[in-house]
T-cell receptor, first 114, second 114 residues
Framework: DSGVTQTPKHLITATGQRVTLRCSPR?????VYWYQQSLDQGLQFLIH???????AKGNILERFSAQQFPDLHSELNLSSLELGDSALYFC?????????????FGPGTRLLVL | GQNIDQPTEMTATEGAIVQINCTYQ??????LFWYQQHAGEAPTFLSY????GLEEKGRFSSFLSRSKGYSYLLLKELQMKDSASYLC???????????????FGKGTKLSVIP
């Protein structure tokens, strides 16, 4: 158990819908990272927040957005869902944002879009 | 950008030693991580290399050559529970907003057979 929690564990929804994924980092960690993992693409970095501020964006679609709240938990919002958005979504946390810091991953949310 | 290559699959025998290679091309380098991921579960941190050489941690060792853009993960005394995917990840340059993006390879699926 990494200490990172994610809810829900599973989510089934229909195309065109909107969902919110939630992540609570390890106690004391200020950075939260979101990743998408699909079978053919591997782990893809989406976005990084540090202490409430966005710090980096990866291959995140415009239909996706995220935020980090004052209590440091983070939410990833996915809208106008398409079949191709079906994937495992992981969040990870680290203490800070230094180059040598290890990211610890939550258990993931498995999203299925029908 | 970053490009990371690792073999897709490997098979090894229980009790043996296996070496999983990773090569990378990067526009900036701030360290290389290895993660283990069992199917459907979260990646878990194994090792971090930022300087050339070998880092040993119990049955697991990781090697880095920055000049060659090459790393390997060595697993000794293989156990059945080591059957998993092994992800090589490179930390890139500072994004300019104090974020060092982690780019993952697609992973090597290791099967340990009796």
């Amino acid at each position: 158990d990494s200490g990172v929690t994610q809810t829900p564990k599973h989510l089934i929804t229909a195309t065109g819908q909107r969902v919110t994924l939630r992540c609570s980092p390890r106690s004391g960690d200020l950075s939260v990272y979101w990743y998408q993992q699909s079978l053919d693409q591997g782990l893809q970095f989406l976005i990084h927040y540090y202490n409430g501020e966005e710090r980096a964006k990866g291959n995140i679609l415009e239909r996706f957005s995220a935020q980090q709240f004052p209590d440091l938990h983070s939410e990833l919002n996915l809208s106008s869902l398409e079949l191709g958005d079906s994937a495992l979504y992981f969040c990870a946390s680290s203490v800070g944002r230094g180059a040598g810091e290890t990211q610890y991953f939550g258990p993931g949310t498995r999203l299925l879009v029908l | 950008g970053q490009n990371i290559d690792q073999p897709t699959e490997m098979t090894a025998t229980e009790g043996a030693i296996v070496q999983i290679n990773c090569t990378y091309q990067t526009s900036g380098f701030n360290g290389l991580f290895w993660y283990q991921q069992h199917a459907g579960e979260a990646p878990t941190f194994l090792s971090y290399n930022v300087l050339d050489g070998l880092e040993e941690k119990g049955r697991f060792s990781s090697f880095l050559s920055r000049s060659k853009g090459y790393s390997y993960l060595l697993l000794k005394e293989l156990q059945m529970k080591d059957s998993a995917s092994y992800l090589c990840a490179v930390r890139g340059p500072n994004s300019g907003a104090g974020s060092y993006q982690l780019t993952f390879g697609k992973g090597t699926k290791l099967s340990v057979i009796p």
